[in-house]
């Protein structure tokens, strides 16, 4: 048999009465600092994209400057080439001028290739920087799970 009032409701279990309250203020407090972690977390992705966005800005012009020279360098090398083989047909034929400033080339390329490669650094290809310290407008450290 079944008694009318307590079988269709669990009865609460004797501890839940007094864990509840700390339960609720344990999820608070979780909620708080998940919060706090968050904003801390933003707060170093905004103050890492701030600092990336000036830093473009201040290369932008060097970096224009820079590309225009390269460019400008790749023509003048081409023509160079050019005249080089242009020189060569007076003594050769064209087709095997062509091949030995090719040749040349390729050879000049594959010794600075060796060149770089035995010079490359054995550390990290870039250097870790250090994010800049962001001061709590208390002029304070604050510890992001601290009340």
Not at 45 to 71: K, M, N, T
């Amino acid at each position: 048999m079944t008694s009318p009032s307590g079988a269709d409701r669990p009865r609460p279990r004797f501890f839940e009465r007094f864990t509840e309250p700390f339960a609720d203020r344990a999820r608070e407090k979780l909620e708080h600092a998940e919060d706090k972690v968050r904003d801390a977390i933003q707060t170093e992705i905004d103050a890492v994209s701030a600092s990336v966005r000036a830093r473009a800005i201040r290369i932008r012009p060097s970096a224009i400057a820079f590309g225009v020279a390269a460019l400008l360098t790749f023509f003048g090398l081409a023509l160079l080439i050019t005249a080089a083989v242009l020189g060569l047909t007076a003594v050769l034929d064209p087709w095997l001028s062509a091949l030995l400033i090719g040749v040349a080339l390729i050879g000049i390329a594959a010794g600075f290739a060796a060149w770089g490669r035995h010079h490359l650094p054995s550390g990290p290809a870039v250097p870790i920087m250090q994010a800049p310290q962001i001061v709590h407008p208390a002029e304070e450290q604050v510890h992001p799970w601290a009340d």
